[in-house]
């Protein structure tokens, strides 16, 4: 029989059972201690944040300026629509409140019934950036159905583009959160995007509001804005030139154009044509584009589509590489004036091509230029004369100052996706004979549009090269300057007596050479022309036409340069699809509204003024005597159509713009007749003097644009109004006259 526990052994486990209590008290104790004391703050903040709802409220981001502060980007209050289904206590309530959203938001039933049935959320966002009319709707029917907190609108931001895709490019858009994706939307996210805000609303242990009112809310503070050197004005002239040109040069891979200040660097304009919509960057502005991605095997799919919008959305005045071709020539002169290879007198012999270390290298005059001067050389753009200046700066200068026009590095522009030529060009080493002859004229390396237009300034600015930039001045929510961009002189390069010298050659260039079609009356334009092959899309046996790029790149006033385009036109199609053809207008169309736009007015030559237009004087009133008188003291002809005595009606208008020495016509009675009505010819390819009869003969008004009244070899490339069309006689007709340039390129090396 066993024995039970001795009184030692009750001792025992009763002091073991005090200390085991003791112990565990003091773990208890312990622990109160250390959330009370210790970890005190740490514990509350859990506990109230189990209590606790808090709802972000994103911060406006700042307004984008254009650099006369018109406001291209701004930023409006929206709302995100939240579902709270936890505070749904009843099917009944959660089916009206999908009768009644559904119809304002426009979304199905069904997608807020499903985000309604997750009862432990308090949080699924049904819709997002909906507008004011829309909020007072909800707002309405929240109240009127007494729905308590199962609907809650988030004040949110969304970003408004005034001009619709005018520079698109450049200002890029955000994405749902209001991050930039691209552009300076991109590049400047973290100055626009500012400091979000909180709501902060109590809850219970069921994670629905307390039955006491406690909200807080924390501001949000909204983003600086910035100020750009962009002027929206000339931006709208770039994009409405360059996408004509792309459409009637039926251009295949896009174009683009810059235009800068030529002494501090500022972009004034940069585009890309086609572009896309700013409101709807995720629509292909082009069915081909689409195309693509359908042709896309389904495990390509993903990273075409991906490619294609990259495509769409990419800025390729900074994003490409091309071969710059004959403008490049200007670097070529700039670098053998400065070092003194050559001069003005210095004769150089063209065959129609040169050969080079056993290679022949065809001029874009496959006949040849014969004997020239340097000048000489340059308006003609003749590759075998720059074949034999490049040999005379050599390998190292030319290299030298390949690097200094900064060539072999990238501008620094405050854009994201600079492109790199770092493996594009030939270093010092590799300008081997073939490799120095190609590189004088253009060809066998690679720059980027910025880079290009950069070095040019420097060629004509006085040597200096600036650094481009696009964003001028960084403003507080107030609209204070908190940050300004000064014009950065990175290095000069040429001696400003180079620079005057070759803003001469250039000019000469535009005024009596290939870049005429550039000319505008009373303005000084310098420029050169360029047509590159892109000898990657060469075929081997060279018998198919190279693929082409066409480019123009000018200044003015010649003689006090202030801005500078450049204009590229990548792979047109057709037969004059040549730099001096179809790029120089686009500069020149730009240009002439350009320069009266900035205050550079026009200084007209003689014979200028004498072809100038002119303004119709106010004849409608007056008897047909008075106004014979009128229009004769003027320098005007007249025709009288219809038998009355007084002019009820005069084409051209009063005060329309319309050439010197034309006639007016004058309707005296209201029935015109078919006297009255005439058809437009069709001018296309004409010569002036042949549009002038066709004009005359048909009973019309001729305004002359382009170099017509300066080239006796210029035809007529466009006309105001269509051919065939009906119009009153006398009406005015803009005819556009294009300076035939012979500049086929050929296959550039046999």
Same mark, same amino acid.
């Given at each position: 029989?066993?024995?039970?526990?001795?009184?030692?052994?009750?001792?025992?486990?009763?002091?073991?059972?005090?200390?085991?209590?003791?112990?565990?008290?003091?773990?208890?104790?312990?622990?109160?201690?250390?959330?009370?004391?210790?970890?005190?703050?740490?514990?509350?903040?859990?506990?109230?944040?189990?209590?606790?709802?808090?709802?972000?409220?994103?911060?406006?981001?700042?307004? #984008?300026?254009?650099?006369?502060?018109?406001?291209?980007?701004?930023?409006?209050?929206?709302?995100?629509?939240?579902?709270?289904?936890?505070?749904?206590?009843?099917?009944?309530?959660?089916?009206?409140?999908?009768?009644?959203?559904?119809?304002?938001?426009?979304?199905?039933?069904?997608?807020?019934?499903?985000?309604?049935?997750?009862?432990?959320?308090?949080?699924?966002?049904?819709?997002?950036?909906?507008?004011?009319?829309?909020?007072?709707?909800?707002?309405?029917?929240?109240?009127?159905?007494?729905?308590?907190?199962?609907?809650?609108?988030?004040?949110?931001?969304?970003?408004?583009?005034?001009?619709?895709?005018?520079?698109?490019?450049?200002?890029?858009?955000?994405?749902?959160?209001?991050?930039?994706?691209?552009?300076?939307?991109?590049?400047?996210?973290?100055?626009?995007?500012?400091?979000?805000?909180?709501?902060?609303?109590?809850?219970?242990?069921?994670?629905?509001?307390?039955?006491?009112?406690?909200?807080?809310?924390?501001?949000?503070?909204?983003?600086?804005?910035?100020?750009?050197?962009?002027?929206?004005?000339?931006?709208?002239?770039?994009?409405?030139?360059?996408?004509?040109?792309?459409?009637?040069?039926?251009?295949?891979?896009?174009?683009?154009?810059?235009?800068?200040?030529?002494?501090?660097?500022?972009?004034?304009?940069?585009?890309?044509?086609?572009?896309?919509?700013?409101?709807?960057?995720?629509?292909?502005?082009?069915?081909?584009?689409?195309? #693509?991605?359908?042709?896309?095997?389904?495990?390509?799919?993903?990273?075409?589509?991906?490619?294609?919008?990259?495509?769409?959305?990419?800025?390729?005045?900074?994003?490409?590489?091309?071969?710059?071709?004959?403008?490049?020539?200007?670097?070529?002169?700039?670098?053998?004036?400065?070092?003194?290879?050559?001069?003005?007198?210095?004769?150089?012999?063209?065959?129609?091509?040169?050969?080079?270390?056993?290679?022949?290298?065809?001029?874009?005059?496959?006949?040849?230029?014969?004997?020239?001067?340097?000048?000489?050389?340059?308006?003609?753009?003749?590759?075998?004369?720059?074949?034999?200046?490049?040999?005379?700066?050599?390998?190292?200068?030319?290299?030298?100052?390949?690097?200094?026009?900064?060539?072999?590095?990238?501008?620094?522009?405050?854009?994201?996706?600079?492109?790199?030529?770092?493996?594009?060009?030939?270093?010092?080493?590799?300008?081997?004979?073939?490799?120095?002859?190609?590189?004088?004229?253009?060809?066998?390396?690679?720059?980027?549009?910025?880079?290009?237009?950069?070095?040019?300034?420097?060629?004509?600015?006085?040597?200096?090269?600036?650094?481009?930039?696009?964003?001028?001045?960084?403003?507080?929510?107030?609209?204070?300057?908190?940050?300004?961009?000064?014009?950065?002189?990175?290095?000069?390069?040429?001696?400003?007596?180079?620079?005057?010298?070759?803003?001469?050659?250039?000019?000469?260039?535009?005024?009596?050479?290939?870049?005429?079609?550039?000319?505008?009356?009373?303005?000084?334009?310098?420029?050169?022309?360029?047509?590159?092959?892109?000898?990657?899309?060469?075929?081997?046996?060279?018998?198919?036409?190279?693929?082409?790029?066409?480019?123009?790149?000018?200044?003015?006033?010649?003689?006090?340069?202030?801005?500078?385009?450049?204009?590229?036109?990548?792979?047109?199609?057709?037969?004059?699809?040549?730099?001096?053809?179809?790029?120089?207008?686009?500069?020149?169309?730009?240009?002439?509204?350009?320069?009266?736009?900035?205050?550079?007015?026009?200084?007209?030559?003689?014979?200028?003024?004498?072809?100038?237009?002119?303004?119709?004087?106010?004849?409608?009133?007056?008897?047909?005597?008075?106004?014979?008188?009128?229009?004769?003291?003027?320098?005007?002809?007249?025709?009288?159509?219809?038998?009355?005595?007084?002019?009820?009606?005069?084409?051209?208008?009063?005060?329309?713009?319309?050439?010197?020495?034309?006639?007016?016509?004058?309707?005296?009675?209201?029935?015109?007749?078919?006297?009255?009505?005439?058809?437009?010819?069709?001018?296309?390819?004409?010569?002036?003097?042949?549009?002038?009869?066709?004009?005359?003969?048909?009973?019309?008004?001729?305004?002359?644009?382009?170099?017509?009244?300066?080239?006796?070899?210029?035809?007529?490339?466009?006309?105001?109004?269509?051919?065939?069309?009906?119009?009153?006689?006398?009406?005015? #007709?803009?005819?556009?006259?294009?300076?035939?340039?012979?500049?086929?390129?050929?296959?550039?090396?046999?």
């Amino acid at each position: 029989m066993s024995k039970g526990p001795t009184r030692k052994m009750v001792v025992k486990m009763t002091v073991l059972m005090v200390l085991l209590v003791f112990v565990a008290f003091g773990t208890v104790l312990g622990q109160l201690v250390n959330i009370q004391f210790i970890n005190g703050d740490y514990y509350q903040e859990k506990a109230i944040n189990q209590q606790l709802r808090t709802s972000t409220i994103n911060a406006a981001r700042g307004t #984008i300026y254009d650099c006369n502060m018109k406001a291209m980007v701004t930023s409006g209050t929206v709302w995100t629509v939240v579902l709270s289904p936890a505070d749904i206590d009843s099917d009944e309530k959660l089916n009206k409140i999908a009768d009644g959203l559904a119809p304002i938001l426009g979304i199905d039933r069904a997608v807020i019934m499903e985000k309604g049935q997750n009862k432990k959320s308090q949080f699924q966002i049904i819709a997002r950036k909906v507008e004011k009319p829309v909020f007072d709707a909800i707002s309405t029917f929240v109240v009127d159905n007494d729905i308590g907190n199962a609907v809650v609108m988030i004040e949110d931001s969304k970003r408004y583009y005034s001009y619709g895709d005018l520079g698109a490019s450049i200002i890029g858009f955000t994405g749902t959160d209001n991050q930039g994706l691209q552009g300076i939307e991109a590049a400047y996210d973290n100055v626009l995007q500012g400091v979000p805000g909180k709501v902060v609303v109590a809850k219970n242990a069921y994670q629905t509001d307390m039955p006491f009112d406690y909200e807080t809310q924390i501001e949000p503070q909204d983003g600086s804005s910035l100020v750009l050197t962009i002027d929206e004005s000339i931006q709208a002239f770039v994009e409405r030139s360059l996408e004509t040109a792309v459409q009637e040069n039926d251009v295949g891979n896009r174009a683009a154009a810059i235009v800068m200040n030529v002494k501090t660097g500022e972009i004034l304009a940069m585009a890309t044509e086609p572009d896309y919509d700013l409101t709807k960057p995720f629509e292909l502005y082009d069915p081909s584009l689409q195309s #693509i991605i359908d042709a896309a095997s389904e495990e390509d799919k993903e990273k075409t589509t991906t490619d294609v919008f990259n495509y769409q959305w990419s800025n390729k005045a900074i994003t490409d590489t091309y071969e710059p071709g004959s403008v490049f020539k200007t670097f070529t002169s700039a670098m053998a004036l400065e070092e003194k290879k050559v001069s003005a007198s210095d004769t150089f012999f063209c065959p129609g091509y040169q050969i080079v270390g056993g290679i022949r290298i065809n001029c874009a005059k496959t006949t040849g230029h014969g004997s020239l001067d340097f000048w000489g050389a340059l308006q003609k753009s003749c590759n075998p004369s720059f074949m034999q200046i490049g040999e005379r700066v050599g390998p190292h200068l030319f290299f030298q100052y390949f690097k200094s026009f900064g060539f072999t590095e990238k501008t620094g522009i405050d854009l994201l996706g600079e492109a790199s030529n770092a493996s594009l060009y030939h270093k010092e080493e590799d300008l081997k004979p073939v490799e120095l002859a190609t590189s004088s004229f253009g060809q066998t390396f690679k720059v980027t549009p910025i880079q290009m237009i950069t070095a040019f300034c420097a060629a004509v600015n006085g040597g200096n090269l600036m650094e481009p930039y696009i964003v001028s001045k960084v403003l507080d929510s107030e609209g204070n300057i908190i940050e300004s961009t000064q014009p950065t002189v990175r290095r000069q390069v040429i001696s400003a007596e180079t620079s005057a010298e070759l803003c001469k050659m250039l000019e000469s260039v535009v005024s009596i050479s290939g870049g005429r079609n550039a000319y505008i009356p009373g303005y000084r334009v310098g420029g050169k022309t360029g047509t590159s092959q892109k000898q990657d899309k060469w075929n081997e046996d060279h018998t198919a036409r190279p693929y082409r790029i066409a480019s123009f790149c000018g200044f003015a006033p010649a003689d006090d340069p202030q801005i500078a385009m450049l204009v590229l036109l990548d792979e047109p199609h057709g037969d004059n699809a040549n730099g001096g053809a179809i790029a120089a207008p686009v500069l020149r169309e730009v240009f002439e509204d350009a320069l009266p736009h900035l205050g550079i007015q026009p200084v007209y030559s003689e014979s200028e003024l004498e072809n100038a237009d002119t303004s119709a004087p106010a004849l409608v009133g007056l008897t047909t005597s008075q106004a014979q008188t009128k229009l004769t003291q003027s320098g005007f002809k007249t025709k009288i159509i219809g038998s009355g005595d007084t002019v009820l009606k005069q084409v051209p208008s009063q005060y329309s713009t319309m050439p010197r020495g034309g006639t007016v016509v004058l309707y005296t009675s209201s029935d015109t007749g078919q006297e009255g009505d005439v058809v437009v010819p069709d001018f296309a390819s004409m010569t002036l003097s042949q549009a002038n009869a066709a004009a005359v003969g048909a009973g019309l008004n001729v305004r002359i644009t382009g170099i017509g009244l300066e080239s006796t070899d210029a035809y007529c490339s466009k006309q105001s109004i269509a051919a065939d069309t009906t119009v009153l006689r006398g009406t005015v #007709i803009e005819l556009e006259f294009l300076h035939k340039v012979d500049e086929n390129v050929g296959n550039l090396i046999e």
